[in-house]
């Protein structure tokens, strides 16, 4: 070790060979460290220099300078929306760049015109690599996971070689999830089912006294298992009481274990993730000893295995020879999915209506001309999901308070702009810089022409115009659209406005041919819920909360002890890319149902 011990002999020794050596050691590792970082910085800097020069042919993306041999900028990951905002200003001409994290390249795309560019070529990407390492995260057996990997028929109607039809996963999921998650009338059934689930689980609640509870533990209980019964049946909670609790855990979970970090690293992640597959194993073996799937049909929903939707998803793994273990794992990420958003979806949309009393009133105004019966409270779908107030506070929920980020595969060279990234690599674009651009996010007056029904929240929001892409607008998406037919609006104001709302701006649900496929449904699914519960309760605001973890039952019956907080709740930056992102705060209410 003469190197090390040539620069431990550069300092005065302590007397103590472990001090010594450890000194020694750090000094190697530093040393390393900063030179990785200056060979890197200088090979970014002269890659930036052509960019600058203004070189015309097609270029490679430059590498992002890093400290660390290896690992690369894995540790800047954390914290994906500082990554995103640094890299934006790095990048010459908002062009591509290469991040390496351990011994993978990811490629990060930003900036409108390159997000249009990656959704027009959508097709040439692919999900098989991520979904298949979703796969392997949750612990697929290794023989399931190989006739998963084995089908590279590609995604397209017409296989790329002879296959039979039942082995085509990919294709088969693609047609499962347009068939009976996306058309009309599918969407329909599943969310009648949920509203009827959730019905039952509000009627529990008393109609003759107030109640304390706190919003979003309320909606991670009684709303995901309304929800969850609509996709997957009451067997799943026969054989799982605790279920709620469970998915809960998974979703803390899901970010680092989708790391692939060791067990002994992370040994609460894989803890998490092997209680949520166990559970839907156990449900697996329960039911197909009921119904083996091969010749009770296609009902829309019975309780075995719920939905139909969920019935062709479990089948199609079958089909394809995997076990049930299998199968159950690889529907994890698909359960997940199923809540994770529209759960916190709903809770933001009612802390923001609940915490403005004059919002709150305009919304309850606007409720009612939808509102079909009161006893439950029932509405016309087709007006609910029309309703301009109600549809403004929803976007931009989606708009500031979600993080998605997208994972492509390159099926071929695919160009943006002037650089291209080469066949295989992984492509990474994030909503965050979009959703809180200044230029096309500050806020704008609302237009005269605004509807009588947003009357008084028209003459609250003339504020609104100081308010930063940052701030939560409840008025701020229906400004945008009315001023985009407003013929008195400046053309400036026009044009920012149309960029604002275009795809290449706004992609909540992501974009392409990849979008998700769950995002119609959730939509109903979200309305139904913030209608059912203003409509259907008189509801007391007390104060925000920082939530404790774990469910024991507070004094009132049903919820975790907290304590108080001075602010409200903001997104919780932690999950930063998995979607919608959760508050750091609870609201408490005290409400009551209404005589119903």
Not at 81 to 100: C, D, E, F, M, Y
Not at 182 to 205: D, H, I
Not at 408 to 435: F, N, Q, Y
Request: net charge positive; with cysteine; aromatic share 10%.
């Amino acid at each position: 070790m003469p190197v090390v011990q040539s620069l431990a002999a550069l300092f005065k020794s302590s007397g103590n060979v472990l001090i010594d050596w450890t000194l020694a050691v750090v000094l190697v590792v530093a040393g390393v460290c900063a030179a990785t970082y200056a060979v890197t910085s200088l090979q970014f800097y002269l890659g930036s220099l052509n960019d600058a020069n203004g070189l015309k042919e097609k270029r490679k993306p430059l590498t992002v300078p890093y400290w660390i041999p290896y690992l690369g900028s894995a540790l800047s990951m954390i914290d994906m929306h500082g990554l995103n905002s640094t890299l934006a200003r790095k990048s010459q001409a908002s062009r591509p760049l290469r991040v390496k994290v351990g011994p993978k390249d990811i490629y990060l795309v930003f900036g409108p015109e390159n997000m249009r560019q990656l959704f027009q070529n959508s097709r040439q990407l692919a999900m098989k690599a991520r979904v298949s390492s979703l796969f392997a995260v949750n612990n697929v057996p290794p023989a399931d996971l190989h006739l998963i990997k084995s089908d590279c028929s590609g995604e397209g109607p017409t296989p790329l070689y002879d296959i039979a039809p039942e082995k085509r996963i990919w294709r088969n999921a693609i047609e499962l999830f347009a068939t009976h998650l996306s058309a009309g009338p599918a969407v329909n059934e599943l969310t009648n089912k949920f509203r009827e689930e959730f019905v039952k689980q509000l009627r529990t609640f008393s109609d003759e006294q107030f109640v304390s509870i706190t919003l979003y533990k309320f909606l991670q209980k009684y709303m995901l298992i309304a929800s969850a019964l609509a996709f997957t049946g009451e067997e799943l909670f026969t054989q799982n009481p605790d279920w709620h609790e469970v998915l809960w855990e998974y979703d803390a979970a899901f970010l680092l274990l989708n790391l692939d970090l060791p067990r002994w690293l992370v040994p609460g992640v894989h803890a998490a993730r092997d209680k949520m597959k166990a559970s839907v194993v156990k449900w697996f073996e329960a039911a197909h000893f009921k119904d083996d799937l091969k010749t009770s049909g296609d009902p829309s929903w019975e309780p075995v295995w719920g939905s139909r939707f969920w019935r062709v998803l479990v089948r199609n793994f079958l089909d394809l020879g995997t076990s049930l273990e299998g199968a159950a794992a690889g529907s994890l990420t698909t359960m997940w999915a199923t809540h994770s958003n529209a759960i916190p979806a709903t809770v933001w949309m009612l802390f923001e209506i609940l915490s403005r009393p004059s919002l709150h009133a305009d919304i309850t105004t606007e409720l009612s001309t939808s509102l079909t019966s009161s006893s439950p409270p029932t509405f016309d779908l087709d007006k609910l999901l029309a309703l301009p107030l109600l549809n403004s506070v929803y976007k931009e929920v989606l708009r500031i308070r979600t993080s998605t980020i997208m994972y492509r595969e390159a099926m071929t060279d695919v160009s943006i702009g002037d650089t291209i990234l080469p066949k295989g690599a992984v492509i990474m674009a994030s909503s965050w810089p979009a959703h809180t651009n200044p230029h096309n996010w500050a806020s704008y007056p609302i237009p005269p022409s605004i509807s009588a029904t947003t009357k008084r929240g028209s003459a609250t929001s003339t504020r609104s115009s100081t308010l930063s892409p940052m701030e939560f607008d409840p008025w701020r998406i229906l400004a945008v659209e009315r001023i985009k037919h407003d013929h008195n609006a400046t053309k400036a104001d026009k044009d920012r406005a149309a960029a604002a709302l275009s795809p290449n701006n706004f992609f909540p649900w992501g974009g392409g041919s990849h979008m998700c496929a769950g995002r119609y449904f959730a939509k109903q699914e979200i309305l139904i819920a913030v209608a059912t519960l203003l409509a259907g309760f008189d509801i007391k605001v007390v104060g925000w909360e920082k939530p404790r973890k774990g469910w024991e039952e507070d004094s009132n019956g049903g919820h975790p002890i907290s304590q108080q907080s001075e602010r409200p709740a903001e997104p919780d930056i932690s999950y930063a890319g998995s979607g919608v992102l959760p508050p750091d705060r609870d609201l408490r209410v005290k409400f009551k149902r209404k005589a119903w």
